[in-house]
């Protein structure tokens, strides 16, 4: 029979099925125009019959005795799905019990074909094993009548052998295996000191900062790895310039008043024939800025 169900679906069924597939499609049509019908409500509405429902909830249960309280006593409609293991008890309490008893009866009739299944299993493997007992018995006597007499030797050992054999009993691990836990201590070291690698043994490590100067430094320098002294023309210039200040604390007026006391000055003073030659072998570059070398090299190339 050809029908159509309440989503507009044509549906072939028996004509005896008809009747329960028109109803469940009754009550799925009622159950999914129910909410559509409250949409137009306003928030306080809602909450208004949300009320009502409580309090009809409240009432039925100070009509009920004092009795044990269950989940679905306290579960308010929740949209949570708790699963195919979960069923839905009634409120009710003697509806509870029966459905309780319901599914005991349900559990005890599930066991009871479990059982009957076993026994028919191992009926079947008993009669199996009958069936190739006979065949095997009958191989061995035409082995025999054909005068093979170890061959069947072999195959009576080996269907009496595995009659003898059992199976093997599963293991079962130990209860309780003991792990001792050793805790080895490091002899090379010591409380407070950092532990020293083998590789870096006989080597000078250093903790912490630097505890030399750059100028000493320097001097331990192989040579051979030191950079041209070129570099270094203006940095020893520095250098000397910054040890006489340091080397003479006299301020410059107390100079002025000397140079004066004696009648001479530094610009009076001719430049010495040593000073000419050092200054002609270490010349000093004529540029101070970086435009100033760009012209000074322009003009030496």
Known sequence: VDYVDFLGRSRRCMKKDLPSLLKMDQDLQGKSQGPDGNTLLSEDMRRELQRQQWE?????????????????????????????????????????????????????????????REQIKEKRKAALDARLSKLRARKVQKLRDAGLEEEAEKLEKGELKGATEEPEAPRVPAASRKVEVVIQERRDTKPGVPYVREWDKGKELMFGQWSKKQEELRDERDPEFAPPSDYFLGQKKDANYRSQNSKSPETSSEKLETETACGCSTQEVPPSAPTNSIDAQNPEPPYRSLDDMLSYYRQVT
């Open 56 to 116: 009809k909830e409240e009432e039925e249960a100070l009509r009920k005795p004092m009795g044990p309280i269950h989940y679905e006593d306290i579960r308010e409609n929740e949209a949570r799905q708790l699963g195919v293991g979960y069923f839905a008890f009634s409120r009710d309490q003697e509806l509870r019990h029966k459905q309780r008893a319901t599914l005991d009866m349900l559990r005890e009739q599930t066991l009871d074909q479990r059982t009957k």
